[in-house]
């Protein structure tokens, strides 16, 4: 046999393998559909979000319905992600309402804690805003809402830095990685429906 000829030759034993797999004797192919969920997730480099980060925020909580959404549409992952931010940002103002009771009466630390329940007192009702228009599929003005709020967990932290208060409740920050995930996905399917 020639050197030529052994490419080919398993090339055409490539070929009858592929032929005549399976019982019938014809060619099965098989396909992987992508959930709109991970092509959203797997679009957002451009964003500095991994479809790690961007899985994991939307999928953090068991009885969260992500994939069941997600697997609708990609405009389904959007607004999951929208109701999922304002939810965050919600537990986070309720974690520093109960972390600035419990810090007591100190002038300074109120006005601290004060601070930041100003900063999620303008967040939250500007992101229910936002998970409604989402979910209306208008994500212009919801794109810049998003981004706006997602500096109030940095600032809070910021706020609180060198204050002998206690620690910045995790919600902060646990908001401030879904409002980063949310402002991906809703930049993304801005672009997306405008294109």
């Known amino acids: 046999m020639s050197r030529t000829t052994i490419p080919a ?3 055409l034993l490539l070929v009858l393998a592929v032929v005549v797999h399976g019982d019938s004797g014809a060619v099965k192919t ?3 559909t992508r959930s709109a969920l991970e092509t959203v997730c797997g679009s957002l480099g451009g964003y500095y979000v991994t479809p790690t980060l961007c899985l994991a925020a ?3 909580d068991a009885s969260d319905p992500c994939h069941a959404a997600a697997v609708h549409d990609a405009h389904a992952v959007a607004a999951l992600a929208a109701r999922l931010a304002a939810r965050n940002a919600t537990a986070a103002q309720g974690s520093i309402i109960q972390s600035s009771s419990a810090a007591g ?3 300074n630390n109120a006005t601290t804690w004060a601070s930041c329940l100003e ?3 303008g967040a939250v009702p500007a992101l229910r805003w936002t998970a409604a228009s989402v979910a209306a599929r208008r994500y212009r003005g919801a794109r810049e809402v998003i981004q706006a709020t997602q500096y109030a967990a940095p600032a809070c932290e910021g706020v609180m830095e060198g204050t002998a208060a ?4 995790p919600e902060n920050g646990q908001f401030s990685d879904m409002a980063f ?3 991906a996905v809703v930049a993304y399917m801005a ?4 294109n």
């Open 166 to 169: 206690a620690a910045v409740p």
């Open 9 to 11: 030759q398993l090339l």
């Open 105 to 107: 009466a100190d002038n």
């Open 30 to 32: 098989t396909t992987t």
């Open 181 to 183: 995930v949310a402002h």
């Open 119 to 121: 900063l999620y007192g």
């Open 191 to 194: 672009a997306a429906t405008t």
């Open 58 to 60: 939307l999928c953090s």
